[in-house]
């Protein structure tokens, strides 16, 4: 084999850009069915239009950012940053998004340990142990090893989710979609600001993995391509998502509940047998791998910058994020997550006022 085909195969095709967009979006959050409760499904039928405008944001904003960076050949968001922004600006936004790179880690590093310590009643802690190592073990592989790894803990996971949602599609449809009874003090009031916020906080978190994988993808149309793709399938996953909680809302008749449980779409798979719980358990702790995979890989690309110690940094990063996962997974999602969020909507104000000055450049020539 030549150099160049092995440089080729080392490279980030469609797929594994799509599977890395899933894996980087479905985290604890996401598959527990808590983020689709309180940002869609608490507006009742409305949440619909909240989650297709969610989507569109994930395929319009996945697409553009990602050819972005294959076209400035950016490795890591500083660089993506500054392609969209005034240096000071993109400096500001570098440190912010870097502190949310960490958050996101000890947050899934923290969502382990309480998965295992509610499934099995083992300490929090050897779940919070097995998370970070089994992140080190995917996030120091060979670019491409790691890609071609994300995006099958991503199929597998996204299989998990759309059974889900199938097999919860009859009862959601008898629900008739009543509001979800949550608390929601720090989302909007409004389902498109609820949606806009949602997609801001997802997709700050993204921009950092496609700002580390701009070098590694071959060129721009598979770079749209894969953006594009992932956008849609976080769409159907999210719909897949929204099904299953709606499926374990009280129907008409049945008692009301005062507030819905922390994770919302485990009712419904405790009606389908032990199986499906056992499944739905699985799910939720592959999508902690996959998002702390990937926010490991982008905060030790951004910090071993030309240095080339990303293995050392991403070990770094890793251990001292074990010690801010023992705060708790409630906590640090109610209280950081949505400060993400804000972040986002300041990053994606930027790329759009990007994209609209080089339209403006084009009709003028």
């Not at 850009?17 to 309180?38: C, K, M, N």
């Not at 958050?103 to 309480?114: E, P, T």
């Not at 374990?248 to 509940?257: H, N, R, Y």
């Not at 798979?269 to 592959?286: D, F, K, M, T």
Request: proline share 4%; net charge positive; hydrophobic share 55%.
């Amino acid at each position: 084999m030549t150099r160049r085909k092995r440089m080729q195969r080392r490279r980030a095709g469609p797929t594994a850009l799509a599977g890395a967009y899933v894996g980087s979006v479905i985290g604890a959050g996401f598959a527990s069915g808590r983020e689709h409760a309180a940002f869609f499904l608490r507006f009742g039928a409305d949440g619909l239009l909240g989650l297709a405008a969610a989507g569109l944001m994930f395929t319009l904003f996945g697409a553009g950012l990602l050819r972005l960076a294959c076209r400035r050949r950016t490795q890591s968001h500083l660089e993506l940053l500054r392609a969209l922004a005034a240096p000071r600006v993109a400096a500001l936004f570098d440190a912010l998004l870097t502190a949310a790179l960490f958050v996101s880690l000890a947050v899934m590093i923290a969502g382990a340990g309480a998965l295992v310590h509610a499934r099995w009643g083992a300490p929090e802690l050897a779940g919070r142990l097995g998370m970070a190592l089994l992140t080190l073990a995917v996030a120091l592989l060979r670019v491409d090893a790691m890609l071609r790894a994300h995006a099958a803990l991503a199929a597998v996971l996204a299989a998990l989710i759309a059974a889900m949602g199938i097999s919860a599609l009859p009862r959601a449809l008898e629900s008739g979609w009543p509001p979800a009874p949550v608390e929601h003090d720090w989302v909007p009031g409004h389902w498109a600001a609820s949606a806009v916020l949602y997609g801001a906080y997802n997709l700050a978190l993204t921009l950092t993995l496609f700002g580390a994988l701009g070098s590694e993808i071959q060129d721009e149309r598979e770079a749209a391509a894969g953006g594009a793709a992932g956008g849609a399938v976080l769409f159907l996953l999210g719909l897949c998502v929204c099904l299953a909680v709606a499926a374990s809302l009280p129907g008409a008749g049945e008692p009301a509940v005062r507030e819905i449980g922390e994770i919302p779409a485990l009712p419904a798979a405790r009606r389908l047998g032990p199986w499906a719980e056992g499944a739905y358990s699985a799910a939720v702790g592959l999508a902690m791998l996959t998002t702390a995979v990937s926010s490991a890989y982008a905060l030790a690309k951004r910090l071993a910058g030309a240095s080339g110690q990303y293995r050392a940094w991403a070990l770094a990063a890793v251990g001292a994020a074990l010690p801010l996962a023992g705060l708790g997974f409630g906590r640090l999602v109610g209280t950081l997550y949505p400060v993400i969020g804000y972040v986002g909507m300041g990053c994606l104000g930027l790329a759009a006022l990007q994209w609209a000055g080089a339209s403006r450049r084009k009709g003028r020539r």
